[in-house]
């Protein structure tokens, strides 16, 4: 097949609106249905609250934008784990999300009208990913933070590294990759006092 024919078109209509065009952007999707974002949503950030070993109470914030012109809303994020000499655990009941970042909405002391309402938030042991669903879905032109909660810190330092994927709304939609956290956690200096 042409490729020109496997891709449904990209249009970016004009609409007049009082005489004033507005631009429309309609999603990308191919023949068979599967739907792709016209431009992918951005990971803007991830950060931890707890930098150091076995700490309980953590929070793992993943900060996400939308662009306008995304052609779809956010439906699903997964966050794979793809690097650690551990695998992390979530309390997967604890997971929220909320419009803006996690300094702007001072963490887990949110206003109502800024948390989103989440659907199925699941995990795959084998693949150690967790997918968090939007209900309703996220719309093109929002800053999103998802805050997972892991049951604590892994007990090894070193690097994590999280894969985050987001997919467009739709039964059968593309996952686009949009980039890695890198969390790095450190030994508690304070346990191990009788090393120089």
């Not at 097949?1 to 429309?24: C, D, K, N, Q």
Request: proline share 6%.
């Amino acid at each position: 097949m042409r490729v020109a024919t496997l891709f449904g078109i990209t249009l970016s209509l004009a609409i007049s609106i009082g005489g004033v065009a507005v631009p429309v952007t309609q999603a990308v999707q191919l023949r068979d249905g599967t739907v792709y974002f016209v431009q992918p949503p951005k990971l803007v950030d991830a950060t931890t609250t707890y930098k150091d070993v076995n700490v309980w109470g953590a929070t793992y914030y993943f900060t996400i934008n939308v662009p306008e012109n995304a052609g779809e809303s956010l439906q699903k994020v997964t966050i794979a784990q793809r690097e650690g000499a551990e695998n992390i655990r979530y309390d997967l009941n604890d997971t929220r999300a909320f419009v803006g970042t996690s300094d702007a909405c001072g963490g887990l002391r949110l206003r109502k009208e800024s948390r989103l309402t989440l659907g199925a938030v699941t995990a795959e042991r084998e693949t150690r990913t967790v997918s968090v669903n939007f209900n309703p879905p996220v719309t093109p032109g929002q800053t999103v933070t998802i805050a997972l909660h892991p049951v604590k810190n892994p007990s090894f330092s070193g690097v994590y590294l999280l894969g985050v994927t987001a997919f467009p709304a739709g039964d059968k939609s593309h996952g686009q990759f949009l980039g890695f956290g890198r969390f790095q956690f450190y030994s508690n200096r304070s346990n191990n006092w009788w090393f120089p």
